[in-house]
């Protein structure tokens, strides 16, 4: 009786050593987890990261160095026309020229209006006086339709182009010879001598059937004109 239950309890512990071997040997043969790909994953998401933070800031060093270049240029662009605007020669208080309501007279109108010393400041100058005076007794012998159209200077000679509307003008002789005197006045502050009357770009050879306009006029003294205020 006591060799049998002596050999079950001896199989009973073979069994339980051979099963714990088992067991042993399944966890050797275990694959152990491989963290190499997560590691090389987790570090180029780093490496975009770092190239996308040292491009942005890249792009933003090159805006910002852009944007200093253009302010630059802007302020170089500005002293350029400060300096240009300080070299123009200005006709300070431009004088004007008009007749009395009878047209027995001619009066100097001095303004408090500064032009520059060229053809634009010229073409302002007739363009004021084309508007009419602001004196109460003196008058336009333009048409009021009547613009200007260019005012060009070559070889000490004003050219100035008036529209058609001017041939509209209902004057004497006397008064058509103080309307070209007028003209040729306005041009002498400009430094020009002489002025040649265009109308529509054209020289005309009568202007309105009483003067011969085919040549430049040479203005007169202004001195001779008394000052209307």
């Known amino acids: 009786m006591k060799k049998i239950f002596f050999g079950t309890l001896l199989s009973f512990v073979i069994t339980l050593s051979l099963s714990g071997c088992g067991q042993g040997e399944e966890n050797d043969n275990t694959t152990p987890i491989d963290r190499s790909g997560a590691d090389d994953t987790e570090q180029e998401i780093v490496e975009d990261d770092t190239t996308d933070n040292l491009d942005e800031g890249i792009e933003n060093e090159e805006d910002n160095n852009k944007e200093e270049e253009e302010a630059d240029s802007q302020l170089r662009e500005d002293d350029e026309t400060a300096t240009q605007t300080d070299d123009v020669e200005m006709v300070d208080n431009v004088v004007l020229y008009f007749s009395d309501d009878q047209l027995m007279e ?39 339709t009547t613009t200007v159209q260019s005012v060009t200077f070559e070889d000490d000679v004003a050219y100035v182009s008036f529209s058609e509307n001017i041939l509209e003008a209902n004057l004497g002789s006397s008064g058509e010879l103080m309307l070209i005197e007028q003209i040729a006045l ?44």
């Open 106 to 144: 001619m009066y100097r109108v001095n303004t408090d209006v500064s032009v520059p010393a060229n053809e634009e400041g010229a073409k302002n100058a007739y363009e004021l006086w084309t508007a009419g005076p602001l004196q109460e007794n003196l008058v336009s012998l333009l048409p009021e």
């Open 186 to 229: 306005i041009a002498k502050q400009f430094g020009v001598g002489k002025t040649q009357i265009l109308i529509g770009g054209e020289v005309h050879e009568s202007f309105l059937g009483h003067m011969d306009t085919s040549e430049p006029f040479t203005a007169g003294n202004p001195e001779d004109y008394e000052v209307v205020e």
